[in-house]
């Protein structure tokens, strides 16, 4: 048997999602705004600000993360919160928790991917994951749709539970979504138009079906970061 619980809405929030710390979970799945602030743009906002003297990780950390709820009222412009937890849940946060055990995070949300190349990686969200501790990582590189997501993230878990690997379970899942067909009406010329209501005919309707999500920004954003299974 599968054992899941859901913290939605007023329930997700950053102190439900760091007493996750030091629990074994086997996947985590989270579906929430997710931001990567550009290092020319930090000064903007105090919780994305950068002290002189901080390593390039440590500075990319804390601009990537995830907005929790509440994260409104702390980005209102004059937000003066103290010594609680403003629902803006830092990469640097995340790297303090033990999420050792975690087979699989997945970040679905806009651009959970992103952050500042170096080296020996990408400093983000994704770092801050691993540094605590998490396995496998599914994460989007830009804004996604949001119905398309959905579809994507259904068929990835119906393949996963089915004894699919991470890797093919999403491969099959891009599949899907890229080859989903809907059928749409299609609306009659002005000439049929005006023949109908001459002769008092209902209009005839032809069903076409079409790939909407065909193209690769529908389904290529999300990728895998170490599924080796």
């Not at 579809?151 to 979504?177: D, W």
Request: hydrophobic share 35%.
């Amino acid at each position: 048997n599968i054992q899941s619980e859901l913290y939605s809405e007023l329930q997700g929030t950053e102190e439900s999602f760091k007493s996750l710390s030091g629990k074994q979970i086997d996947i985590l799945h989270i579906a929430t705004h997710g931001f990567y602030v550009n290092q020319k743009r930090s000064s903007e906002s105090p919780h994305t600000s950068i002290n002189k003297g901080m390593s390039k990780e440590s500075s990319s950390l804390k601009r990537s993360g995830l907005l929790m709820s509440g994260a409104n009222i702390a980005l209102k412009k004059g937000a003066n919160l103290k010594d609680v937890e403003d629902g803006i849940l830092t990469a640097q946060e995340i790297s303090t928790l033990d999420l050792r055990g975690l087979e699989l995070a997945v970040l679905s949300a806009c651009q959970t991917g992103i952050g500042d190349i170096a080296g020996d990686g990408v400093f983000g969200l994704q770092r801050g994951f691993k540094k605590a501790g998490a396995n496998t990582l599914l994460m989007s590189l830009w804004k996604v749709d949001d119905n398309a997501t959905h579809l994507l993230m259904t068929e990835f878990y119906k393949n996963l539970l089915a004894g699919e690997s991470k890797f093919e379970s999403l491969r099959k899942a891009q599949k899907y979504v890229r080859d989903y067909e809907e059928e749409i009406e299609i609306t009659p010329n002005k000439r049929w138009e005006s023949q109908i209501r001459q002769s008092k005919e209902p209009a005839p309707q032809k069903i076409k079906k079409i790939k909407r999500y065909a193209s690769p920004y529908y389904w290529a954003a999300f990728i895998l970061l170490d599924a080796i299974d």
